[in-house]
């Protein structure tokens, strides 16, 4: 444990401005990130007598070893540095809110010649109209099927619309009219693209003006006897209403806004959010936190905003933001949203009528959510300690595994041999540090070299990450500068497991406790794993530990040895096809995926761009004398010795797999 004041910096030496700070520990990695409107006033609050400190906020300063900031001009320019430094180093000691699942969004795919509708998930494409996020996926799937009827906007996949072209056939949804086939040229583009923002302008709450028009033209169809017209158009009604009806009116005044309720105790915070447009409830999500910093609730709603709003531009930050308290720095959190939107933004608690009252529904739902996750997470957390546990009983261990890393080999009959390295701590897996290895010192079907070779590989990495980091050495050169490369980021093999699972029997687990031995790493246990009889093999035991069969401690061991085989065949098999697809162009120099394309569509096959000049190649776009030479070579190196021939017909083989006639 580490003394603030052997660390503290000297009196006036810190700048009264506005900045953003950073704690580092002993290995140089950054622990917390904070700003500040005055950071001499806020570092001297981190530098008190120990016992005045909130135990949170005493156990970062007792850990870290060092204390950095950065002054900048404004409290917004702060803020922005401060969440893009807590997205970069990923701190252990500030809030971070995370989601449970990803949430699923209505996307309309503007960006495309004819527009899509379609469910997305993750990151925000440009020019891709989205509405929600929704709780589930089949809620969008319902609403949208309801509005088909009034929009035939496309809704296949680009595979189906070049078919349904190629063929001249529409897909169903064509031919029962729930999609208005413009694959087929039933509409122009520019009538289909209408027909989208329709379906845009409709979802963004502007739906009053387009039922009216509808409720005049059923009026017209009926007056002049159009009893068929009148009859589709007021079904087309009574399927848009009740789409509207999944999304119940909530503010009378058609407000866009976000309400983000908050429920915590001493350890953790649950925030919920609803997304209100056009006076509807268009979406919901939530996260979950550990309280891992001492923070109020005006800091978790700042870390919440922040967590919202922090990649999102344009109308997806809403013109008012409802919370349940003001963050500290109100003023300069509302001048951000407003440059994120680009218009002026209300930040705000709501005090009286249906906004507060909404307000309490929002909030009754964190409490809900909070208690969920208490639940379930007691019961998760006494479960994987019990596996554990009767783990490190069954292993001999000195300690529980808190870290565990699996190993797996993957090939095809020899070819393409990959391995994997999945970890998992306390129990759950951290994909973040997933790791994935070519065999590289020599080719064929060999588990327990290709084992050994992984194992190898991966703790040299960690011995060196050791003395990179300055466990080995002084963590600072003659200057007393900090070396350059400890930049506080996550270290890609710096901490070492408790645990090395291997996808095997004997001789598996053999290769990789000789692997440890020659790198004289003797802290860190193995077992392996066998498939047949899920028995656990120990170094140098001629009997197994065979683990009952409804142990917790075996199921988690199925688990990590299960994720280590998928993510290595997953590897394997994008390997095999990248190398199906490979051909001569991939091997020169400097040619991107873009320009061989671009050759490819301007000679029509390689077989013709081999037969080209190098003065031809030098014609396509983006291409020069040095690249279209490169290509020339490689071509020509690649060359069939003698072409093909069919020895039933006698006919010579194109490149392509056809025939040539003479």
């Not at 509708?117 to 440009?126: E, F």
């Not at 589709?232 to 309400?259: G, S």
């Not at 569509?601 to 291409?623: M, N, W, Y």
């Amino acid at each position: 444990m580490a003394d603030p004041s052997s660390y503290r910096p000297k009196p006036g030496q810190i700048p009264d401005s506005p900045g953003v700070y950073k704690f580092r520990d002993e290995h140089r990695r950054v622990i917390y990130v904070g700003k500040a409107k005055s950071l001499r006033q806020r570092l001297a609050s981190y530098f008190q007598d120990l016992s005045g400190l909130h135990p949170r906020t005493r156990s970062m300063v007792t850990t870290a070893a060092s204390v950095e900031w950065t002054v900048v001009s404004t409290e917004v320019e702060a803020l922005q540095l401060e969440y893009s430094w807590i997205k970069e180093y990923d701190p252990r000691f500030n809030v971070k809110y995370r989601d449970d699942k990803s949430y699923p969004s209505l996307a309309v795919t503007l960006n495309e010649k004819f527009p899509r509708v379609q469910v997305m998930r993750g990151a925000k494409k440009k020019g891709v109209r989205y509405f929600g996020p929704y709780g589930h996926a089949w809620a969008i799937r319902e609403t949208v099927d309801l509005m088909l009827r009034v929009f035939p906007v496309r809704t296949c996949s680009a595979g189906v619309f070049k078919n349904a072209a190629r063929t001249g056939r529409p897909c169903l949804l064509g031919y029962i009219d729930k999609c208005s086939a413009p694959c087929v040229g039933r509409v122009t583009p520019e009538e289909h693209r209408e027909l989208a923002e329709e379906f845009c302008d409709f979802m963004a709450g502007r739906t009053g003006t387009y039922i009216r028009r509808l409720e005049k033209r059923m009026t017209d169809a009926a007056e002049e006897m159009e009893y068929e017209r009148a009859a589709r158009l007021r079904d087309d009604i009574e399927a848009l209403r009740r789409a509207m009806e999944k999304n119940a009116v909530v503010l009378a005044d058609a407000t866009d806004a976000d309400l983000i309720a908050l429920a915590e105790d001493e350890l953790e915070a649950a925030v919920q959010i609803f997304h209100v447009r056009g006076g509807r409830v268009r979406g919901q999500r939530g996260w979950v936190t550990d309280k891992v910093e001492a923070v109020d609730t005006a800091g978790l709603v700042e870390h919440a905003l922040q967590q919202l709003y922090g990649e999102e531009r344009g109308d997806t930050v809403p013109k008012e933001v409802l919370v349940p308290a003001l963050p500290e720095d109100a003023g300069a959190v509302t001048e951000w949203l407003s440059a994120r939107r680009g218009a002026q933004v209300s930040l705000r608690v709501p005090q009286r009528g249906d906004k507060k009252d909404l307000m309490a529904t929002v909030g009754r739902n964190a409490q809900q959510s909070l208690i969920l996750h208490k639940t379930k997470r007691a019961s998760d957390l006494t479960t994987r300690s019990r596996a554990l546990e009767e783990i490190s009983r069954a292993l001999g261990l000195d300690s529980v595994p808190l870290r565990v890393e699996c190993f797996d080999i993957s090939h095809l009959q020899g070819d393409d041999v990959v391995a994997s390295m999945v970890v998992f701590e306390d129990g759950l897996a951290r994909k973040s540090e997933y790791r994935r290895f070519e065999i590289k010192t020599f080719e064929g079907q060999d588990d327990v070299r290709s084992m050994h070779e992984v194992l190898t590989r991966r703790f040299r990495r960690y011995l060196q990450e050791k003395e990179r980091t300055g466990e080995w050495a002084e963590e600072t050169g003659e200057s007393g500068e900090p070396r350059p490369e400890d930049d506080g980021r996550p270290k890609r093999f710096a901490y070492p497991p408790q645990l090395v699972v291997v996808d095997g029997g004997q001789p598996q687990v053999a290769a990789a406790q000789r692997a440890l031995d020659e790198l004289g790493i003797d802290d860190v246990a193995v077992c392996g794993l066998a498939k047949r009889l899920e028995e656990v093999w120990l170094p140098g035991e001629s009997d197994p530990v065979v683990l009952p069969r409804s142990s917790e401690g075996l199921y988690l061991l199925q688990r990590v040895r299960d994720e280590a085989h998928r993510f290595a065949i997953t590897y394997q098999r994008a390997k095999r096809a990248k190398r199906i697809r490979s051909g001569p162009l991939d091997d020169v120099a400097g040619l991107g995926e873009s320009r061989k394309q671009a050759l490819i569509k301007h000679f029509g096959s390689v077989k013709r761009l081999r037969q080209a000049t190098i003065d031809q190649i030098c014609e396509v776009p983006g291409v020069g004398r040095k690249t279209a030479e490169a290509v020339a070579v490689a071509l020509a190196a690649a060359a069939p010795a003698a072409p093909a021939v069919n020895t039933a017909t006698g006919e010579i083989m194109e490149d392509n797999g056809g025939t040539t006639h003479d």
